[in-house]
């Protein structure tokens, strides 16, 4: 059974990415190849040849078509044969390869590999802080070797930050304080209140000034791959509260973990921030901090994934701050079966 539903968008790549060139990306087990047309709009056909099956990724691009590398027939944007192999062959209109939905939002593309009647724009995961005046994103990638849903459990249970992430964004005071999980329909959100504390290095700088503050975390799981984490710390005069904290420095961090097969996934993370913004040294320090923050969980999740696969006779077990990923993965188990249902 797939570990992912299929009728739902997916971020299949920044928009940076998918241009004149044509990208292949495996998504749920799917090759397709990304390239935008020259008026700009971005295209997915199915990665495959439909003569045999060369992935068209290979070939070379003409206009707004894909002519393959091996025998050189030529499909359109619309996955459809232009010229056969044979120049003086009748073009036969049947010879095509699929295409799928994909529309750019919010910095990323979107891809929509399940029925296509059901793809609808508006049901796209809305990344606002990724794309609102007010607010500076910048970002990055990594493709790690795990199942997509370790990446969930990870974002969703921020304790570990105290150990993986020692030295940036970890602190003690983040194992001293409860969390408190709440499901709103296919939403789920883990919340931490850590009130009068210390900042950690990454938070004071971000402040840029000394004393003790008021520090949240509020990790939202969007279906059936995005996790949004408000974060930030407030000065403790400035009376934050968990539900009222427009203040200090905070920002959203943006993970989109795309299935790439049950074992591997596309990790694109960003953060958009509040504070600063007319730094743009900081854009690229942040970036570049967060880099390297992420890389620690990415050691940690293959690293897991490893283990997991050489001990096939042992199961996972869930403590109290597993509830987010719990949760989550129950949403994502419902659309999975919503799906199967006759
Ligand atoms: S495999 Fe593509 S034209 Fe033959
Ligand atoms: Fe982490």
Same mark, same amino acid.
């Given at each position: 059974?797939?570990?992912?539903?299929?009728?739902?968008?997916?971020?299949?790549?920044?928009?940076?990415?998918? @241009?004149?060139?044509?990208?292949? #990306?495996?998504?749920?087990? +799917?090759?397709?190849?990304?390239?935008?047309?020259?008026? @700009?709009?971005?295209?997915?056909?199915?990665?495959?040849?439909?003569?045999?099956? =060369?992935?068209?990724?290979?070939?070379?691009?003409?206009?707004?078509?894909?002519?393959?590398?091996?025998?050189?027939?030529?499909?359109?944007?619309?996955?459809?044969?232009?010229?056969?192999?044979?120049? /003086?062959?009748?073009? /036969? #209109?049947?010879?095509?390869?699929?295409?799928?939905?994909?529309?750019?939002?919010?910095?990323?593309?979107?891809?929509?590999?399940?029925?296509?009647?059901?793809?609808?724009?508006?049901?796209?995961?809305?990344?606002?802080?990724?794309?609102?005046?007010?607010?500076?994103?910048?970002?990055?990638?990594?493709?790690?070797?795990?199942?997509?849903?370790? =990446?969930?459990? /990870?974002?969703?249970?921020?304790?570990?930050?105290?150990?993986?992430?020692?030295?940036?964004?970890?602190?003690?005071?983040?194992?001293?304080?409860?969390?408190?999980?709440?499901?709103?329909?296919? #939403?789920? =959100?883990?919340?931490?209140?850590?009130?009068?504390?210390?900042?950690?290095?990454?938070?004071?700088?971000?402040?840029?000034?000394?004393?003790?503050?008021?520090?949240?975390?509020?990790?939202?799981?969007?279906?059936?791959? /995005?996790?949004?984490?408000?974060?930030?710390?407030?000065?403790?005069?400035?009376?934050?509260? =968990?539900?009222?904290?427009?203040?200090? *420095?905070? *920002?959203?961090?943006?993970?989109?973990? +795309?299935?790439?097969?049950? +074992?591997?996934?596309?990790?694109?993370?960003?953060?958009? #921030?509040?504070?600063?913004?007319?730094?743009?040294?900081?854009?690229?320090?942040?970036?570049?901090?967060?880099?390297?923050?992420?890389?620690?969980?990415?050691?940690?999740?293959? *690293?897991?994934?490893?283990?997991?696969?050489?001990?096939?006779?042992?199961?996972?077990?869930?403590?109290?701050?597993?509830?987010?990923?719990?949760?989550?993965?129950?949403?994502?188990?419902?659309?999975?079966?919503?799906?199967?249902?006759?």
């Amino acid at each position: 059974m797939s570990t992912w539903p299929k009728n739902a968008w997916y971020a299949a790549a920044w928009d940076h990415e998918v @241009g004149a060139g044509l990208l292949a #990306r495996t998504i749920c087990d +799917t090759p397709v190849v990304l390239y935008r047309t020259l008026a @700009g709009e971005p295209v997915a056909l199915h990665d495959a040849c439909p003569h045999r099956l =060369l992935p068209l990724s290979m070939g070379f691009r003409e206009g707004d078509s894909v002519r393959c590398r091996y025998h050189g027939l030529k499909l359109g944007a619309d996955g459809v044969a232009e010229e056969m192999p044979l120049r /003086n062959a009748s073009v /036969n #209109r049947k010879v095509c390869t699929r295409t799928y939905p994909l529309v750019d939002r919010h910095r990323l593309v979107w891809i929509w590999l399940g029925d296509a009647d059901k793809a609808d724009p508006a049901l796209i995961p809305d990344l606002w802080p990724c794309s609102t005046d007010g607010w500076v994103f910048d970002g990055g990638y990594y493709r790690v070797a795990c199942d997509y849903r370790l =990446l969930i459990d /990870n974002l969703m249970d921020l304790t570990h930050e105290t150990w993986v992430h020692q030295t940036s964004i970890g602190q003690k005071e983040i194992v001293e304080h409860p969390l408190e999980t709440v499901v709103e329909g296919d #939403r789920v =959100l883990v919340k931490r209140w850590m009130p009068e504390i210390d900042p950690p290095p990454f938070w004071r700088n971000a402040l840029g000034k000394p004393g003790k503050v008021d520090r949240w975390q509020i990790c939202e799981f969007v279906a059936p791959s /995005n996790v949004i984490i408000d974060v930030g710390v407030a000065p403790v005069e400035d009376g934050a509260t =968990l539900e009222d904290h427009d203040t200090g *420095a905070r *920002a959203f961090v943006i993970d989109c973990m +795309t299935p790439e097969t049950a +074992t591997s996934c596309h990790y694109f993370w960003g953060m958009s #921030r509040h504070f600063g913004q007319d730094d743009r040294g900081l854009t690229g320090r942040l970036q570049a901090g967060q880099a390297g923050v992420f890389f620690e969980d990415v050691e940690v999740l293959e *690293a897991q994934q490893r283990s997991i696969e050489a001990n096939p006779h042992l199961k996972m077990t869930a403590y109290e701050i597993d509830s987010g990923g719990v949760k989550s993965r129950l949403i994502i188990q419902r659309m999975i079966r919503s799906e199967q249902a006759p």
